[in-house]
């Protein structure tokens, strides 16, 4: 059965609602920013905003997860099916890079999450984000079996290790990424061949 209108523009309002808390969340944090805020920046009336979300708790989550869904939606266009199993892992890489260099306020509301401990409080929020992660994690631990058996990566090491260690030197590049903005141009190209060189081939000489 095709949308109504009327569903089609409840869910646009919705996410008129949610790009306005993204940008007032990762702008003023979590506690001190108000929900009349959020609602004059949707340019919205505030009771308007609890017709689709309950509270704060509610929105931020419901903000968060469907900044997450859209980063997964958007990895599975990018990423073309049956490339060899390294390679894909370059394409994750760089469409992390330049995703994340051009939505900033997510990452701001990511480390709000984390500052105000909002996934330890809320226990539906962290079960999501988990599950979220799961599925990448497990995405890339296949990759790497694969990458094993064609010879692309070493199988003496734990493929979990592995993922965890490539997981870690891409975060810590997107950290960099936020917390030095005044250092040197981002380059996500660049940065994404420094990624794979440095987990394919190591720093040792």
Do not use: W
Request: charged letters at 30%; glycine letters at 4%; a negative charge.
């Amino acid at each position: 059965m095709p949308r109504t209108e009327d569903v089609e523009r409840k869910e646009q309002k919705r996410r008129l609602i949610m790009q306005a808390a993204l940008k007032v969340f990762s702008k003023k944090g979590y506690s001190p920013t108000a929900l009349d805020e959020i609602a004059q920046e949707a340019g919205i009336a505030k009771g308007t905003l609890y017709l689709y979300f309950k509270d704060k708790e509610d929105l931020i989550s419901s903000t968060l997860m469907y900044v997450l869904d859209d980063l997964k939606y958007r990895m599975i266009e990018a990423i073309p099916e049956n490339l060899p199993a390294v390679e894909t892992l370059e394409r994750i890489v760089l469409f992390m890079f330049q995703y994340f260099a051009e939505n900033n306020e997510f990452y701001n509301i990511y480390l709000t999450i984390l500052n105000y401990n909002l996934v330890s409080n809320y226990t539906s929020l962290f079960e999501r984000m988990i599950a979220r992660k799961k599925e990448l994690f497990d995405f890339e631990c296949q990759l790497v079996e694969e990458a094993k058996k064609q010879g692309h990566i070493r199988e003496d090491m734990a493929t979990m290790d592995i993922v965890m260690a490539f997981d870690g030197i891409v975060m810590n590049v997107i950290d960099q990424m936020f917390f030095h903005k005044g250092d040197d141009a981002f380059d996500p190209h660049k940065k994404t061949e420094m990624v794979m060189q440095l987990f394919l081939e190591g720093v040792g000489v």
